[in-house]
Protein backbone atom coordinates (compact mmCIF):
# COMPACT_ATOMS: atom_id res chain seq x y z
CA UNK A 1 0.00 0.00 0.00
CA UNK A 2 1.10 3.16 -1.04
CA UNK A 3 0.21 6.46 0.68
CA UNK A 4 0.20 9.81 -1.19
CA UNK A 5 -0.22 12.89 0.77
CA UNK A 6 -0.49 16.81 -0.51
CA UNK A 7 0.42 20.06 0.27
CA UNK A 8 0.71 23.27 -0.99
CA UNK A 9 -2.28 24.49 -1.93
CA UNK A 10 -4.00 27.90 -1.07
CA UNK A 11 -5.66 30.72 -2.11
CA UNK A 12 -4.14 32.99 -4.49
CA UNK A 13 -4.43 36.36 -6.84
CA UNK A 14 -4.94 35.88 -10.42
CA UNK A 15 -1.51 35.58 -11.96
CA UNK A 16 0.07 34.47 -8.82
CA UNK A 17 1.87 31.22 -8.58
CA UNK A 18 1.80 28.01 -6.21
CA UNK A 19 4.07 24.94 -6.08
CA UNK A 20 2.29 21.72 -4.91
CA UNK A 21 3.71 18.73 -3.66
CA UNK A 22 2.98 15.28 -3.23
CA UNK A 23 4.87 12.85 -1.13
CA UNK A 24 5.15 9.27 -1.28
CA UNK A 25 5.54 6.38 0.83
CA UNK A 26 7.21 4.55 -0.85
CA UNK A 27 9.33 5.28 -4.57
CA UNK A 28 7.27 3.80 -6.65
CA UNK A 29 8.33 6.43 -9.48
CA UNK A 30 10.60 3.99 -11.68
CA UNK A 31 6.99 1.76 -12.02
CA UNK A 32 4.19 4.17 -11.96
CA UNK A 33 2.99 7.05 -13.87
CA UNK A 34 2.43 10.22 -11.58
CA UNK A 35 0.04 12.53 -12.09
CA UNK A 36 -2.07 15.81 -10.91
CA UNK A 37 -5.67 15.74 -11.35
CA UNK A 38 -8.05 18.39 -10.26
CA UNK A 39 -11.61 18.68 -9.63
CA UNK A 40 -14.20 22.26 -9.41
CA UNK A 41 -17.06 22.43 -8.35
CA UNK A 42 -20.05 20.59 -10.17
CA UNK A 43 -17.40 19.35 -12.68
CA UNK A 44 -15.79 16.13 -13.12
CA UNK A 45 -12.04 15.30 -12.14
CA UNK A 46 -9.76 16.39 -15.02
CA UNK A 47 -6.34 15.22 -15.74
CA UNK A 48 -3.61 18.08 -14.90
CA UNK A 49 -0.52 16.75 -16.26
CA UNK A 50 1.54 13.48 -16.11
CA UNK A 51 4.86 12.21 -15.55
CA UNK A 52 6.35 8.26 -16.48
CA UNK A 53 9.28 6.80 -14.64
CA UNK A 54 11.06 7.44 -18.23
CA UNK A 55 10.39 11.02 -17.97
CA UNK A 56 7.77 11.50 -20.71
CA UNK A 57 5.40 14.34 -19.76
CA UNK A 58 2.27 15.14 -20.62
CA UNK A 59 -0.61 18.71 -19.91
CA UNK A 60 -3.28 19.02 -20.51
CA UNK A 61 -4.11 21.91 -22.75
CA UNK A 62 -5.77 24.27 -20.58
CA UNK A 63 -2.17 24.43 -18.77
CA UNK A 64 0.05 23.53 -21.07
CA UNK A 65 2.80 26.61 -20.87
CA UNK A 66 1.81 27.41 -17.18
CA UNK A 67 2.45 24.48 -15.12
CA UNK A 68 5.55 21.98 -14.59
CA UNK A 69 5.35 18.39 -13.11
CA UNK A 70 8.28 17.29 -11.55
CA UNK A 71 9.85 14.86 -8.91
CA UNK A 72 12.75 14.53 -7.02
CA UNK A 73 13.61 11.08 -6.37
CA UNK A 74 15.26 11.23 -3.39
CA UNK A 75 12.51 12.98 -1.54
CA UNK A 76 9.92 10.64 -2.83
CA UNK A 77 7.99 13.81 -4.14
CA UNK A 78 6.42 15.08 -6.77
CA UNK A 79 5.73 18.80 -8.00
CA UNK A 80 3.27 20.78 -9.83
CA UNK A 81 4.67 24.25 -10.22
CA UNK A 82 1.65 26.67 -11.48
CA UNK A 83 2.16 29.90 -12.71
CA UNK A 84 0.43 32.43 -13.67
CA UNK A 85 -2.76 31.25 -12.22
CA UNK A 86 -6.57 32.01 -13.36
CA UNK A 87 -9.79 31.66 -11.97
CA UNK A 88 -10.72 28.99 -13.81
CA UNK A 89 -7.44 27.24 -11.90
CA UNK A 90 -9.54 27.07 -9.14
CA UNK A 91 -10.59 23.40 -8.06
CA UNK A 92 -8.86 20.52 -5.51
CA UNK A 93 -6.07 19.22 -7.01
CA UNK A 94 -5.16 15.51 -6.37
CA UNK A 95 -1.84 13.29 -6.43
CA UNK A 96 -2.37 10.04 -8.28
CA UNK A 97 -0.10 7.06 -8.65
CA UNK A 98 -0.58 4.48 -11.55
CA UNK A 99 1.53 1.51 -11.48
CA UNK A 100 2.13 0.71 -15.05
CA UNK A 101 1.06 -3.07 -16.25
CA UNK A 102 -1.71 -3.12 -13.43
CA UNK A 103 -4.75 -1.60 -12.46
CA UNK A 104 -3.52 -0.47 -9.27
CA UNK A 105 -3.95 3.25 -8.36
CA UNK A 106 -3.38 5.39 -5.62
CA UNK A 107 -4.89 9.05 -4.81
CA UNK A 108 -3.98 11.82 -2.18
CA UNK A 109 -6.47 12.99 -0.15
CA UNK A 110 -6.71 16.32 -2.33
CA UNK A 111 -5.32 20.08 -1.83
CA UNK A 112 -7.65 22.93 -2.39
CA UNK A 113 -6.31 25.94 -4.59
CA UNK A 114 -8.24 29.13 -4.96
CA UNK A 115 -7.77 31.48 -7.47
CA UNK A 116 -9.02 34.94 -6.96
CA UNK A 117 -9.84 37.64 -9.55
Known amino acids: QVQLVESGGGLVQAGGSLRLSCVAS????????MGWYRQAPGKQRELVAT???????NYADSVKGRFSISRDNAKNTVYLQMNSLKPEDTAVYYC???????????WGQGTQVTVSS
Open 96 to 106: NARVVLTTTLY
Open 26 to 33: KNIFSISV
Open 51 to 57: LTGGDSI
